[in-house]
């Protein structure tokens, strides 16, 4: 009995509903395709998902899908045109279809009836009467075409209608008069014409005279009227006039104004020439004149024309007209005879000399240099002055003679003279042969031309020639150092042109200045190896440190040339002991080159600070040692811990202030011991000098306290010594008060205090407990990162699989279509053949039948 009520809830009626229990009826899946994944061993909590598929189920709904979207977009893929239907409102449905026709309508004149400018609000429709606007018709603009003048314009005669619109038989019908006159013979049509136009021509002559006439009488009326006119004016008393108030003035805005519109505009210029352009003007110019000067040097004087002063005839008016070219000769007598007198003007040559002069900008004045071209110019004027405005005080010489002796003057000053062009030196000898033996002036021109008649635009290899150029120079420079005595002058006029070619060509410059620098280095490092200390350098060598601070930017933080030429200081600072005066200004030398590299970056060097205490600790008499510790290369003790001491009262009185020459570092040759005294105290107040630039540029800094600590306990004790000149004392006062007026912006460094040791607290240890298997022992992050290595593994796999099958999917619709195709022309091939054995089988019949017959 307990079983019953289970049966009959199992049987229901065949018209029972399948979701009678509130679920949606499923179809029972046919045994057959389903398929069941065994698993190697039960787990418990978890749960299968892929225990039980469907694979047949699953591949239809793929190949459904792959049917909808891949075979549709296959059957698509050379097919572009879209269809887009734009109608207002045709797939809306809030809008019914009287509302999409209103606004469909109303577009549609909105479009029709745009205004052709948004900013004219007072445009309305425009109204047409057969294509023809009304506002134009109300206008009533008839256009006459028309040659006559008369008033009635656009009328035509009637002759001329009749002999042009009437077909010409107008002009042959008679008029009454030749039908009076029977006697006349007629005339043709082309006589009628001539005389048709005849009578316009009169009739334009009458209308134009007319015209004429009217125009005359309107002047005499106008001249009778301005006569009248004066008669009829009325003259105001003067009482009158004061009552009536005075015109305005003009206000100052007026006036501004009308000064601008009468202002003259600016004219344009003309534009700027490029450097190239320049460059071939400088050059063409250069050798025009080294020819004029090799013509010189010859003796040929292609322009004597030019010189010779402009004769005058008798019949000349004085009116300044010049013929272009004048062969013509000064006809003059000599007590009643006439001869021929060849002079040469003194204006001409003047103004040949001060054309000379005026194209070298780079050269000085005539006055103030000692170019003797200046005195040749002088002696020819003055000859030439002799030759033409005194002819009495000499005899006069032939003309082939004073030629000879001209061209002999003038081939002298041009032999002296520098030439215009120069080819670029290939070898420092050619450019040593070039400049020696030339003052500082010419050399610069040699060396300006050399750049001028090279430039890289003018030829394709005068860049590799400016590039070694710069290296001659450079080397040029380093003799004239080394010479005694040395030629600074010359070199710092150098450096103009070193600069203009380092701008030129950056690169080949800083590889020149860098190899010099490393053999510099190079040899200093010998030496300390091999002494185990090294000298300073020679001037050649810090001249090369000044010049590239001028050439190159030294305020950059690394700098392929400034920054090894820093650490070349460096190195002379620490290296080099100094052990005469000439140290000591070779070393000031380097320090003041150190502050022009940091004066704009105010980068801190301390070589810089050590050297300069070095020069004050052996400068101080009575040293007490506190508050400051020497470093290598002075030292407390020995033969030269008091180089720079002065003992001499004498001495110290005489001792006026200068600066050191550069000159000095090369050698002090035959000093006596005054000036010995006098050098030393010269160097103490560089050095002063330079500590107190030290503390403008390092104020800023946070250790400025510690770092001018020694430096203060020096100047103090140089304070304290009475025996020092006033001058050097007030540079120590000055430079001590500097000191204090910057404060301790800093805190020492202290230890930090250890913090107190907490008592020992029983606290319960906690340990997570990892899962095992393949993800023990690892951290959460790193859990997560195999996570999404997994699951971009297995997509990506997934995705490589439907690639796979969508590939095979259109492998079969390819080949399905392939099929499709034979089949089809295999029908009709056989529809084909069938057809042509029906036809045969016809044409043998008939051709059967016919033999029968």
Excluded at 422 to 435: G, R, V
């Amino acid at each position: 009995m307990g079983k019953a009520r289970p049966a009959a809830a199992r049987r229901k009626g065949p018209g029972a509903p399948a979701g009678a229990q509130g679920g949606r009826a499923r179809p029972s899946p046919n045994p057959f395709e389903v398929k069941v994944n065994r698993q190697k061993f039960p787990v418990l909590g978890r749960k299968a998902r892929h225990a039980v598929g469907q694979p047949g189920v699953s591949r239809a709904r793929a190949v459904q899908k792959r049917t909808q979207t891949l075979l549709k977009e296959y059957k698509e893929r050379d097919k572009s045109n879209v269809f887009t239907d734009k109608r207002f409102g045709e797939y809306s449905s809030n809008m019914s279809s009287e509302e999409k026709m209103m606004k469909r309508f109303a577009l549609e004149q909105q479009r029709q009836h745009e205004k052709k400018s948004i900013y004219n609000l007072n445009e309305d429709e425009e109204l047409t009467h057969y294509g023809q606007s009304l506002a134009d018709v109300e206008k009533h603009n008839d256009i006459v075409d028309s040659d006559s003048d008369t008033e009635e314009r656009g009328t035509l005669s009637a002759e001329l209608t009749a002999a042009h619109f009437g077909g010409g038989g107008g002009l042959l019908r008679k008029t009454p008069l030749q039908q009076g006159g029977e006697e006349e013979k007629p005339r043709s049509r082309k006589e009628l014409i001539e005389e048709l136009i005849a009578k316009s021509k009169q009739e334009k002559r009458a209308r134009q005279a007319q015209r004429e006439g009217a125009l005359e009488l309107t002047e005499k009326l106008d001249q009778d009227w301005k006569e009248i006119q004066t008669l009829l004016t009325h003259r105001t008393p003067q009482s009158e006039n004061r009552d009536k108030k005075e015109h305005p003035k003009p206000d100052v805005y007026d006036m501004m104004v009308r000064e601008l519109g009468l202002e003259r505009k600016a004219q344009p210029s003309n534009r700027m020439k490029t450097e190239e352009e320049l460059a071939k003007e400088e050059q063409d110019r250069l050798q025009k004149l080294e020819a004029a000067r090799l013509r010189r040097m010859r003796g040929e004087d292609e322009a004597g024309d030019a010189r010779k002063p402009k004769h005058l005839s008798a019949d000349d008016l004085n009116d300044g007209f010049v013929l272009d070219k004048d062969n013509r000769h000064l006809l003059s007598y000599t007590d009643g005879k006439m001869s021929i007198k060849e002079e040469q003007s003194r204006e001409a040559s003047d103004g040949e000399s001060k054309e000379e002069q005026g194209e070298d900008p780079s050269e000085e004045d005539p006055e103030d240099s000692s170019d003797p071209e200046g005195h040749l110019d002088l002696e020819s004027d003055a000859e030439s002055e002799e030759d033409c405005g005194w002819p009495d005080r000499e005899p006069r010489q032939a003309p082939g003679k004073r030629m000879t002796s001209n061209g002999h003057k003038a081939r002298e000053p041009a032999r002296t003279e520098l030439p215009y062009t120069f080819a670029a030196p290939e070898s420092y000898e050619e450019l040593k042969s070039l400049l020696s033996g030339k003052t500082m002036e010419e050399q610069l021109v040699v060396v300006e031309r050399i750049q001028t008649c090279n430039h890289p635009s003018l030829a394709v290899g005068n860049k590799a020639k400016l590039e070694k150029l710069f290296g001659f120079l450079l080397e040029y420079i380093g003799d004239l150092a080394t010479d005694d005595p040395p030629d600074l002058r010359v070199i710092d006029k150098l450096v103009v042109q070193l600069y203009n070619l380092c701008q030129m060509f950056p690169e080949s410059a800083s590889n020149s200045i860098t190899s010099v620098l490393r053999d510099a280095m190079h040899e200093m490092e010998g030496a300390v190896e091999a002494r185990g200390r090294a000298a300073f350098p020679g001037l050649d060598v810090l001249v090369y440190l000044k010049i590239t601070g001028t050439l190159f930017p030294a305020s950059d933080f690394r700098h392929p040339v400034v920054t090894p030429a820093l650490v070349c200081m460096s190195q002379l600072l620490t290296k080099c002991p100094v052990l005469s005066l000439q140290d000591v200004v070779k070393g000031l030398f380097v320090c003041c080159v150190f502050l022009d590299y940091v004066s704009l970056s105010r980068r801190f060097i301390p070589e810089l600070i050590n050297f300069l205490l070095g020069i004050l600790y052996v400068a101080t008499p009575n040293k007490h040692g506190h508050g400051y510790t020497l470093v290598h290369p002075f030292r407390t003790s020995g033969k030269n811990s008091e180089l720079l001491v002065v003992s001499d009262q004498e001495d110290t009185a005489t001792w006026q202030r200068r600066g050191l020459s550069l000159a000095w570092a090369s050698g002090l040759k035959g000093q006596t011991k005054t000036e010995a005294n006098h050098t030393r105290l010269s160097c103490l107040a560089v050095c002063l000098a330079l500590v107190k630039h030290c503390m403008l540029l390092y104020g800023p800094l946070p250790s400025f306290q510690t770092i001018v600590r020694p430096l203060g306990a020096l100047l103090t004790e140089h304070l304290a010594d009475g025996s020092r000149p006033l001058e050097l004392q007030e540079l120590c006062r000055s430079a001590l008060a500097d000191v204090e007026k910057h404060e301790q912006c800093c805190r020492p460094l202290v230890c930090e205090k250890s913090k107190p040791l907490p008592l020992k607290l029983f606290t319960p240890r906690l340990v997570r407990v990892l899962e095992f298997g393949k993800k023990q022992g690892s951290s959460k992050e790193e859990q997560e990162r195999k996570r999404l290595i997994h699951k971009h593994k297995r997509e990506f796999k997934g995705a490589v699989r439907e690639i796979r099958r969508d590939n095979q999917f259109l492998a079969r619709m390819q080949l399905s279509e392939t099929l499709e195709r034979d089949a089809e022309r295999k029908r009709k091939v056989k529809q084909l053949f069938n057809s042509l054995a029906t036809q045969e089988g016809e044409w043998k019949a008939l051709k059967r039948k016919k033999f029968k017959k």
